[in-house]
């Protein structure tokens, strides 16, 4: 029963990380993207962060919240459905380090095709995501593992 209900677990985790990648990769790729005529990139560790930190209230709340945190937000499903579609994930090192290569593959093939801005910021931000994510596995899995070992 339990290695049934743990197969589904695994199955379902594939699936929905599969969906999120195609949704990632609209919003990043398609979704109101503009081209422009020159490569745009940011290589200055925490400019961008310290910029939409000190004009927030110039840029408004929503932009700051969506840049900074929402490059955090987008990051949590692979630091959390990794882990639980296979073993190889289920090391915070592999799955934060798997989160950093996706990250910097994306904003790699930004600057490639001139579509957004490559960002050192932005791949320090989805790595925190991706580990923030690994974090919130880890904490469920110990949660769950206790649950288990008191109810026996």
Known sequence: MRKQKGKRLIIVSRLLFIIYLLILMFFVFISDREVYDNYRYNLTLFKEIKRFWNYGWKLGTKAMLLNLMGNVFVFLPIGFFLPLSHNYWKNMLT?????????????????????????????????VGAFIGYWLYACIRAIRRSSREHSK
């Not at 910097?104 to 050192?120: C, P, S």
């Open 95 to 127: 799955a934060t380090l798997t989160g950093f290569l996706v990250s910097l593959a994306i904003e790699t093939t930004q600057l490639y095709f001139k579509i957004g801005v490559f960002d050192v910021d932005d791949l320090l931000l989805n790595t």
